[in-house]
DNA sequence: GTTTTCTGTGGAAGGGCTTTCAGGAACTTA
DNA sequence: TAAGTTCCTGAAAGCCCTTCCACAGAAAAC
């Protein structure tokens, strides 16, 4: 059997309340019987009973994540983000995959086990009114990325911060027929751009030709899909308008159909028409997108520290945070020719 | 505080005892009395407490997966098949990141902490030894998934088989000299994949020509990279050697570098060179490469259904599953020039 | 030298569950 | 009707830890 505090206790002729309190470095312990357990729990090889401590403590050093994670690559980037810091700080991290509104509501009436984590976070879905409620009355810290709600923690990236400056870096190329290649609008982040897309542009001026808005009707991703930007520019070409000469589209991996499209039809990007699109994923590299650098990682990261403040300070007052998205210039608007090349992480 | 089991018997005038059989689905209850403590335990909105349960059934109902999965796309679906197949049998996933052999160590040194999860699966990352004996002594079950050690289950790909494949479809496409790019020779599967490309070119009477072979000396991700295909290529091409008609590259994130190089060089695939690559990343579909597709989701899959037979029945021989590739063919040898665009998931 | 304070320590209680064990009630069998 | 079964149930023990409380002995204060 597995090697307990009585086993330690026993040898080195203590009290289980003095093993416990040398393995917790309580400092009310002599330095002398502190050798004498470190000692026998090193020869033993004695590892804590993770249940056992969570039972007692009433804490488990464990949060859960649930995460529409294979949709698409945002996530496995602040993934790798909120792993590393839970690491850094001992705690373990149990993934959930709820790609849907149901699957949440599904994790949440069956699998949300009190007890068992210290805290969750919940990406990018909606949290369902009625389990606000329950988050808060069990009082298990919640924090949101890239969703919001008014009750709780979260961590976004400012669409519309974002949307200005990509459209802005359009304007000062010289463009002035742009068009915005959109997602769903049910989905928060479409609207909030199209929004600053065309505030942006009415602020400078520049005349926003509705035939020049495309708005995506498929619901899976809320459009944020490499199909939705190629069906959705080879309907735009169908309709036979003249081009604008630029397109602000919405996220990278519609801009990557939207690609495949205009070439399918001789249209090159940058030279006929140039494109900033949102994300910045992975493969915006490999299609040297021009694109709008969401800090994956950073909000990974940050979004841990919120909870363990949280956990510390139950209290405190609700923070939510924006980030502001960064302009990553690289060819698909012609503004830079240069082919980046390097592989990095 | 929340509702324990204390308070259900309390409420229908019952033992803890029977609660807890009630709760657990034993039979030895009479249906008259199990109604009443369902009732209560529904109307108190009872949660069992996860730890406690652990504690007291020595059994946590939880896996851990160490996986080096921010390196590439290969672990995020077979990580998806891992979290599906777990959910519905009602089992946790504590997710571990462990990019290099000395993390794994690390991990397995400081937190392997016994009690804590079921059975470990250990992905792609090679089993020291010394840790071998560990999870033998505590009778933890481990997993290999894309790893091999003889005294686990483990589940890999067919290297040599999928190998043959492609080297036989570039042969039966009339190509007579063809290189092979090549991943680091340090790690296994970049063996096997060079030996059975040989082999078969051999069987097949087709002479390999040593300077079309190039082995990659980067290390990072054994040269797994966009980078090491990039740059294989580029130095290749300044060697001035004569270029083979065909390349069989050792997987798909090395041929998308590899065809940056070439088109540099205004090299055009497939009209001036074939290629097939390995492992069908999602990416592949957006550079249209012809590869031998590795079934990732099934593995994960798979490899959770291991783990709970062994769970099950901890004697049982040790097994070893072999999937074999298969040739996904789109347009970058040239055999199939429909450029598929469904961007199905 | 006696009383008070302080330190370090042992061990019981408690956390919430499962499981074993013993016993009461209902039922058979002789 | 007595003895033997069967079935269900309540309660205690145990899982392994943390923490609280009490107490012994040393140190400090008088």
């Known amino acids: 059997m597995a090697v307990t505090i009585y086993d330690i206790a026993r040898e080195a002729k203590v009290g289980i309340g003095t093993v416990s309190r040398v393995l917790n470095n309580s400092p009310k312990v002599t330095s002398e019987t502190r050798d004498r357990v470190v000692t026998v729990a090193k020869r033993l090889n004695y590892q804590p009973h993770a249940f056992a401590q969570a039972l007692a403590r009433k804490r488990s050093n464990t949060l859960s994540a649930v995460i529409p994670f294979f949709t698409n690559y945002f996530f496995i980037q602040v993934l790798q983000g909120v ?176 690609i495949a499209a205009l070439r399918e039809n001789n249209i090159h990007v940058p030279e006929d028409i140039a494109i900033v699109s949102f994300d910045d994923i992975e493969l915006a590299k490999y299609f040297n997108l021009t694109t709008m650098q969401q800090p994956m990682f950073n909000m990974g990261e940050l979004a841990v520290k919120k909870m363990l403040e949280r956990i510390e300070n139950p209290s405190a007052p609700i923070s939510s945070i924006n980030f502001t998205p960064t302009l990553v210039v690289r060819s698909s608007c012609g503004a830079n020719k240069n082919f980046v090349l390097n592989d990095n992480r």
């Open 83 to 258: 792993q590393e810091t839970l690491a850094a700080v001992g705690y373990d991290l149990i993934i959930h995959g709820a790609n849907t509104q149901l699957q949440l509501e599904e994790y949440l009436d069956h699998s949300m086990r009190k007890g068992r984590v210290d805290g969750t976070l919940l990406f990018s879905l909606t949290l369902p009114d009625r389990f606000a409620d329950f988050f808060l009355e069990k009082k298990n810290p919640l924090v949101l990325v890239d969703t919001y709600h008014p009750l709780f923690d979260s961590i976004r990236v400012d669409n519309t911060e974002g949307a200005k400056k990509a459209t802005e870096h359009l304007l000062s190329l010289g463009h002035r027929t742009i068009g915005m290649m959109n997602a769903n609008l049910n989905s928060v982040p479409a609207r909030e751009r199209l929004l600053s897309f065309k505030e942006t542009m009415n602020v400078h001026g520049v005349e926003v030709q509705d035939e020049y808005i495309i708005n995506s009707s498929y619901t899976k991703n809320d459009g944020f899909s490499r199909e939705a930007g190629y069906e959705g520019m080879l309907e735009f070409l169908r309709r036979g308008v003249k081009l604008p000469s630029a397109f602000f589209v919405s996220s990278d991996i519609q801009a990557i159909g939207m």
